[in-house]
């Protein structure tokens, strides 16, 4: 059989052959390949060119001797096994087959077996493949050559995949006389685009092929992230409609300039426009390849927008505060470097804010009516300065504002207005709070060159307006540097006042208008300087109350007072009161009650000869307070408003509360003296007083006219320097015994 093959078919079968080879070359691989596969390819295609050299050469060979005859059969054979090839020929006139032993390779059946049954390699078909026979029957009958691709089962159940080129010959008739194959084992080859297939269509990505600017391939994933519903609405679609014509100008002379020889890849971050108008963040590499015999680009992109829009808001985090949106504490050193390195900058101003009374409102109200303040205060800075000027939120209550091109009459003008702007109270809840700004000011280069100088001096400018009664502002000088000095050697010594005794009460006496008498005596707290003598309280107290030493020093204000009442009381003094100042930031301590009952009990005083005065500023957490009062009450203790008319008071409220006694504010009884008011709102509080069955005490009295005014309206009690400052102890005590009955 093979000597009939050999020496009547070895022209046609080499032409077939080398068909064969050339189809195989023609043969592209699938569009989506990567470029390793093409190489591949470009390597079998050298292999098939030296077969067709040997053959060549064999042909040469059939010239010569037997011997050498022989030699090249057996040669041609050994090529056609290395090849994993088959081939099937049948001679249909002459019912004459061969089949090379190749085919045993591919199939794992013996040579044998086909010969013995010759549908064999149709049976072994898996069969779910089957119906490419019928469409194979038809083109081989109609004289078509035709490729067929199916899946056989060999013995042992492995199922390979095979490449089937069947040519088949006519006769001048029409009628097949001829039929010759050659089968190819393409199973890694489809394994591998199965592979590659699949990690394609299951990538969330984007895929494509682009050439020319036009679309040629993308997968389903590419497909919904442009919002398309197929393939087919794509390709061929122009790129230009989707990323911005840099991008794709890029990529298109990156594809005019591919090179097989090296793999160069490109990566861009962009936003696409999809088909419905809104627009995605992709991140996209791009990579050369041959894509229908011309240059292209494969497209490997991913949606990346959440990324995106999580660094936008990571970004948001690092530079802008999330209770107000304002810029925060960083954005506002960058910025203020970059202005500051900036040329022809002529002016800056820094203004630097707290907000008055906001802590308060803040510990008292609780941090969720604070924020809302915090956010209404906010709204009024931005509202008050232009839109290309900066307002930032430093933490807390403290804002800077910075001024670009600014001189001092325009930044005075600011400053104005932010006042302006916070005249009126902020609404939160239907209830009204008053905070009011204290403003620092330094100007560049004037007050400083550099952030932190000019910061500093804007900061020691703001706490000189608060020392000058807040609510107003104040430009930086370096008086201020001296001051500043001061505050902070005044801070560390009242650290250690409490340690080192220094601190100690001073009384005044509050007289009993219609009788005369002694009714009560004001305990209040002095600070014995061992270097500036004796401290005023308006200079230390606040400092108490900015860093909490308030608590511990009214603290031992209360335990010395009710000690030194207690000894008075068993001096045989004990028909008058002992009032106490209870700061704001000691109200609200939850253990407060308690520290006064302790108090009371370790020194063993009558709580109905302890008055304690509070301010108008607890009436913001109105329904706390009142708790507090009522406990405070039941235990019989006295209560007073004091500094009443200048905070926070409402009728509504008042009138509820379980007080005994309110005191006229000193800048109202200072008003009898003039001219223009006549006292008409020390009337007016005295009136509503009564109506309210509390008892009036006026505060600061010192002129006989005050005197006379308050006692024809009906105030019951007056102190003030009329009858006595406040005195030390002894002094008190003296007072107390030659003052006892003090004629009307």
């Not at 591949?40 to 040469?60: C, M, P, Q």
């Not at 087959?97 to 010759?118: A, H, N, Q, T, V």
Request: charged share 25%; hydrophobic share 40%.
């Amino acid at each position: 059989m093979k000597n009939y093959w050999y020496e009547k078919n070895m022209l046609k079968w080499i032409i077939i052959f080398i068909l064969l080879i050339l189809i195989e070359i023609a043969d592209e691989l699938e569009p989506f390949l990567p470029k390793s596969f093409e190489l591949f390819a470009h390597a079998s295609l050298v292999v098939v060119l030296i077969t067709i050299i040997i053959f060549y050469s064999f042909l040469k060979g059939l010239q010569k001797t037997t011997t050498e005859y022989e030699k090249n059969e057996q040669k041609l054979s050994s090529i056609f096994d290395a090849l994993d090839v088959a081939l099937w020929s049948h001679d249909l006139k002459n019912d004459k087959l061969f089949i090379s032993s190749g085919i045993e390779k591919l199939y794992g059946y013996s040579l044998d077996d086909f010969y013995k049954d010759r549908d064999l390699w149709k049976k072994v078909i898996v069969p779910e493949d089957r119906h490419v026979l019928i469409e194979r029957e038809q083109m081989l009958r109609s004289g078509q050559a035709v490729t067929s691709t199916y899946r056989i089962i060999r013995p042992d159940g492995e199922i390979r995949w095979i490449q089937d080129r069947g040519i088949p010959f006519t006769d001048d008739n029409g009628q097949l006389v001829d039929f010759n194959s050659v089968l190819f084992d393409i199973t890694d080859r489809k394994e591998s685009e199965n592979l590659y297939r699949s990690l394609v269509e299951m990538s969330p990505d984007i895929i494509a092929v682009v050439s020319n600017e036009k679309i040629d391939y993308i997968n389903k994933a590419g497909c919904q992230l442009l919002g398309a519903s197929c393939p087919s609405e794509l390709i061929g679609q122009s790129l230009w409609q989707f990323g911005p014509k840099k991008i794709v100008a890029e990529v298109q002379a990156q594809e005019k300039a591919v090179d097989l020889g090296a793999v160069k890849r490109t990566h861009f971050e962009f936003q696409v426009k999809k088909r419905d108008g809104s627009f995605i963040d992709v991140e996209m590499s791009t990579m050369g390849i041959i894509y229908a015999g011309r240059a292209a680009r494969q497209i490997v992109a991913r949606d990346i927008s959440e990324r995106k829009e999580a660094e936008k808001t990571i970004k948001q985090l690092a530079y802008y505060d999330t209770l107000t949106g304002l810029p925060n504490r960083n954005k506002f050193q960058h910025y203020f470097d970059e202005v500051l390195n900036e040329k022809g900058k002529q002016s800056l101003a820094i203004l630097f804010l707290d907000l008055d009374r906001f802590k308060m409102i803040n510990d008292i109200q609780g941090h969720f009516i604070g924020d809302l303040v915090l956010q209404k205060a906010a709204n009024l800075l931005k509202s008050a300065v232009e839109h290309h000027d900066m307002v930032s939120r430093h933490g807390g209550d403290e804002f800077i504002i910075l001024l670009e091109n600014a001189e001092k009459p325009n930044v005075t003008r600011v400053a104005q207005r932010i006042l302006a702007e916070f005249s009126t109270p902020i609404v939160v809840n239907d209830q009204e709070y008053f905070v009011t700004p204290s403003i620092g000011i330094s100007m560049y280069p004037h007050d400083g060159n550099d952030k932190a100088t000019l910061l500093k001096n804007a900061d020691m400018a703001m706490y000189f307006a608060k020392e000058k009664g807040k609510n107003n502002f104040q430009f930086y000088s370096k008086k201020l540097d001296r001051i500043s000095k001061r505050k902070i050697e005044m801070e560390n010594g009242l650290r250690r006042a409490l340690e080192k005794n220094e601190l100690l009460l001073h009384y005044q006496p509050q007289i009993d208008l219609s009788t005369g008498r002694l009714v009560g005596i004001e305990a209040l707290v002095r600070w014995q300087h061992p270097k500036h003598g004796l401290v005023p309280p308006n200079e230390f107290i606040p400092l108490a109350e900015e860093s909490g030493l308030i608590v511990p020093i009214g603290k031992w204000v209360l335990r010395t007072a009710c000690e030194q009442a207690e000894k008075w009381r068993n001096s045989g003094f004990d028909d008058f009161s002992i009032a106490v100042n209870i700061s704001a930031r000691q109200f609200q301590d939850e253990h407060f009650v308690q520290s006064v009952v302790e108090i009371l009990d370790e020194v063993g005083f009558y709580p109905g000869n302890l008055d304690l005065e509070i301010t108008e500023s607890i009436m913001q957490n109105f329904e706390e307070s009142t708790l507090i009062l009522t406990e405070l009450r039941d235990l019989g203790i006295r209560l007073s408003i004091d500094d009443f008319g200048t905070g926070y008071s409402s009728l509504s409220y008042l009138k509820h509360l379980p007080i005994n006694k309110i005191k006229i504010d000193k800048s109202f009884v200072d008003d009898i003296d003039q001219h223009e008011s006549q006292g008409a709102m020390v009337k007016t509080i005295i009136d509503m007083g009564h109506h309210l069955n509390f008892a009036v005490v006026a505060e600061g009295v010192e002129t006989e006219r005050q005197i006379r005014f308050l006692k024809e309206n009906g105030c019951e009690i007056v102190q003030g320097y009329y009858y006595s400052q406040p005195l030390p102890v002894d002094q008190m005590e003296s007072f107390i015994n030659e003052k006892k009955g003090i004629p009307n």
